[in-house]
């Protein structure tokens, strides 16, 4: 869940980008722009108000089949992890799996499969009665040898257009997993 809540971002609840003064824009334009604003802004905090009351889950789509990552991993991991002077002798690649979803359980979401769904951006153009957060997918983790260190790979989208991968690294402490660093990896 940790990750989840590292990744996560409700786009209900971003608050509007005021208008810029752009040059050769004239005076006119840009109070009446700044007035469009005033209206969106009320609108968001109306919306936002209405959000922060609703007590039903947001969906989270999860592809709960794990696939290899595009590319070898190792290279990010090594070059991350440098300090800790790791052991990459052997490549050692969590294998193919399948998430079991029953086992997430969350107060603010609800898991649910990408096989109940269309697939890829079809699944933005259905209306659905419950508000779908994000759909959601990772790669296998690519370990150390020793298996103290890994990394891989994720992407989250928000709607047809709407999105970000990222790469994560996570570190062995005390017999926990825990996330070292995220870092943004592409942008839609």
């Known amino acids: 869940m940790e990750l989840i809540d590292d990744i996560y ?4 609840i971003l608050e509007p980008i005021p208008p810029f003064q752009f040059e050769g824009i004239s005076d006119s334009i840009h109070q009446s722009n700044l007035k469009n604003y005033d209206q969106i802004l009320k609108d968001y ?3 936002e108000s209405a959000i922060g009351i609703d007590t039903s889950r947001t969906v989270l789509v ?5 696939k290899l990552p595009h590319k070898p991993n190792l290279k990010y991991l090594k070059n991350h992890f440098c300090s800790y002077q790791i052991k990459t002798d052997s490549l050692i690649q969590s294998s193919v799996y399948k998430i079991d979803l029953n086992k997430f359980k969350s107060a603010k979401f609800n898991f ?12 933005w153009n259905i209306e659905h009665p419950f508000h779908i957060g994000a759909a959601i997918s990772f ?3 690519t370990f150390d040898t020793n298996r103290k260190f890994g990394v891989l790979e994720g992407g989250i989208v928000y709607g047809r257009l ?6 994560i690294y996570i570190k062995k402490e005390n017999n926990d997993w825990i996330i070292d660093f995220i870092e943004e990896t592409w942008i839609s």
Do not use: C, V, W, Y
């Open 45 to 47: 905090k109306l919306r």
């Open 112 to 123: 649910m499969s990408s096989a109940s769904f269309p697939q890829n951006s079809e699944i």
């Open 162 to 167: 709407n999105g970000h991968g990222f790469r």
């Open 9 to 12: 971002m409700d786009m209900r």
């Open 139 to 141: 790669t296998t983790i």
């Open 62 to 66: 999860i592809h709960d089949s794990i």
